[in-house]
């Protein structure tokens, strides 16, 4: 009995801490680098129509009835009108009751329907600005209620506002485009899928929502087998009307915001939260592992963490696993909460010990952390009591001290004012712009603010200009633009290459190469010159030369010679070998003359140009090639010249006389000079000379 009861108050005390444990963790989720709030941007049709159909009057009242609804702190409100053009632009940044006043009167205001339709072009620009808010705001919902298409401005389709809708997504991943079609309007230009088109045919189908948020919280996400795990819907975006819970062991909830559950074996579990309301429907999933029963770790961290400042609020968020039941927190050694994870504001200066105690059953551990709180940092501003004069006046700085322990420091154009106190005179000493810096500094941070004032000398002026260009080849056009300072009234160019100019601001084209350093001189009302001081130098490369005439010739030459030597050459080579291999010579009897004269006249194309190529085919000829000489005709060999290597030979088919020497038939005469050596046949008949190659034919 005893221990059934001990076990029922256990698990009582679990339940108690851990809805105070939800509820200070989702109020912890609240502090966090990305703030949990909505913005809603209201973009309204003004044209003509919207008042003939009886629109505006209804939509006003929806507008008005929404904006009463909100929080004061959740909701961010903007809104813009439209017809021919934008304007009416409108921000509150919270909806306390003097905000919704001021929102009543805005729109009171500006909704005056007239002229056209301007959509587009402001669908634009609005998402232009909230992708600027996006990383101030956890949701941005942009709601367009117009009552005809788009007829004005230079966007003229939904297809082209993707890129800006594009970037606006990267930055807010949950920002939503809402299309309230009212009366009997239906979009020509089918808006694309990120754009909800909500019909409202009469004013009570004006339906102004926000969509819900399936955002929950587990505890704990690591659970033991049996163990009550709580789900919480965390309290966000727009309200819901059903709620359905899916534990991911085939079991359920629906209708609650918080749900518990207790898993009947080990394993990761994806729990899933559907919510739905009139704004649309949510969903989002996380997971849980149950497991047995983990060690009893303790930890807690703190949101934000960042430097903090007297009068922030911290939330003490616990890291603890092993599922501690109990929570024991304490402050420089005070006992502060039992909570699972409290809130602690920041009241005065100084340093802040924060101890956490988690037990379960009879094991307990505890950890500590200690923390800085400082005074804020000051306000820097100060006043002018003139923000411009002329040399000599006196400018009166006045800065209202707050904290007397602040230090501060002045300085005037990077230059310190030692003398100055937190309110003084300053005299302006010279035209020319003059940036007064304060620096006010405590232990809570440094604060910085900087205002210029504008020094003038009636009768002075200081001349500037500048270049579009200051670079290219000739001929380049350069404009001149003025920058002076003063009451100029006259001007004098001298563009650095005889020209010159009395315009303000003149067009000059330098026709040359070269450098060319460009003066001006500008005239006062009082007569009084001056010269730029700082010099601009304009530098004129040369045109392009083109190609000589001579160039393209030459190149078409060389390609058709080139042409010639690599691939006629061997071809029409290829062919006279060939020949000179295959003939025979006939020399008619009793006739001497020279081998070489008989080729060459046989290929007389050949005689001028080839002759070299001729005497290599010779000097290489094949087995098979042969000269023919009938009875004692002499033939002068001057032009066969063998290699010399053993491979070519030059054999008689009879015997023959060679100078004085006698040779039988097949002897082998390659080793004779060929220049002036003559060889006869010795006895009638046919002499035939044959060239033997032991080598590879030729081709």
Known sequence: MNYAMRVSSTLIAFLIATCIGFHTAIHAQTV????????????????????????????????????????????????????????????????????????????????????????????????????????????????????????????????????????????????????????????????????????????????????????????????????????????????????????????????????MHAYGSPGTYTVALSATGPGGTAAATSSVVVSFEPPLVVGFRTV????????????????????????????????????????????????????????????????????QAYLPPPNAQFLLSADHGDVGDKIQVTWSRADAAATSSWTVNGVSVSDAADSFAWIIPSAGVFEIVHVAETEGGVARYAAKVFGTDPGLAVARFSVD??????????????????????????????????????????????????????????????????????????????????VIPLLIFALLLALWIFVCVPLLTAKARKKAELMTLDLGGGDSRSLAGCLLGRFSSFKRIFLPVIEACLGMGSAGGSVDVPGATEACIAMLSPKGDGSCRIKA?????????????GADLTQYPPVSTKIKATSGGELTLTIEDDTAPLI
């Open 32 to 259: 966090s680098e990305r703030q949990q709030r909505i913005l809603i941007y209201f973009v309204i049709d003004t044209s003509g129509s919207m008042k003939e159909r009886g629109t505006d009057k209804p939509l006003t009242e929806k507008l008005l009835e929404f904006v009463d609804a909100q929080d004061e702190t959740q909701v961010a409100v903007r809104i813009v009108f439209f017809n021919d053009d934008t304007f009416g632009r409108g921000a509150w940044d919270r909806l306390g009751s003097t905000e919704k006043r001021e929102f009543k009167a805005h729109v009171t205001r500006f909704f005056k329907p007239t002229g056209n339709t301007r959509l587009f072009d402001t669908l634009a620009l609005v998402e232009e600005e909230c992708r600027s808010l996006a990383r101030s705001f956890q949701q941005i919902h942009i709601y367009v209620f117009s009552d005809g298409d788009n007829n004005r401005g230079q966007i003229k389709s939904w297809a082209e506002l993707d890129r800006s809708y594009g970037a606006l997504k990267r930055e807010q991943p949950e920002s939503f485009v809402t299309l309230i079609a009212l009366g009997e309007y239906h979009p020509t230009d089918r808006p694309p899928d990120y754009v909800v088109v909500k019909s409202a045919p009469t004013p009570s189908d004006i339906v102004i929502a926000i969509p819900p948020k399936a955002v929950f919280y587990v505890s704990p996400t690591s659970a033991k087998v049996g163990q009550q795990v709580s789900f919480a819907k965390i309290d966000s975006g727009g309200p819901w009307k059903t709620l359905q819970w899916t534990f991911g062991d085939g079991t359920g909830d629906a209708g609650k915001p918080l749900a």
């Open 304 to 371: 934000p963490d960042r430097k903090l400042i007297v009068g922030d609020t911290i939330s003490l968020i616990e890291t603890c696993s092993g599922d501690p039941t109990a929570f024991k927190w304490s402050v420089n050694g005070k006992p502060f909460s039992d909570q699972r994870s409290p809130d602690f504001c920041f009241n005065t200066p100084g340093r802040y010990e924060f101890s956490l105690e988690a037990s379960r059953g009879t094991e307990a551990k505890q950890t500590a952390l200690t923390l």
């Open 469 to 550: 260009r200051e670079k290219g080849r000739a001929p380049l056009m350069v404009s001149f633009t003025d920058k002076s300072e003063g009451r100029v009234a006259s001007y004098a160019w001298d563009f650095g290459d005889g020209s010159r100019s009395d315009l303000r601001n003149p067009r000059h084209e330098y026709a040359r190469e070269g450098i060319y350093t460009p003066r001006l001189e500008v005239t006062t009302v009082t007569g009084r010159k001056s010269v730029n001081a700082e010099s601009i130098i304009i530098n004129v490369i040369a045109p392009a030369k083109p190609l000589p005439a001579w």
């Open 653 to 665: 088919s009879t015997q023959i006389s060679v100078g004085t020497d006698t040779y039988e038939k």
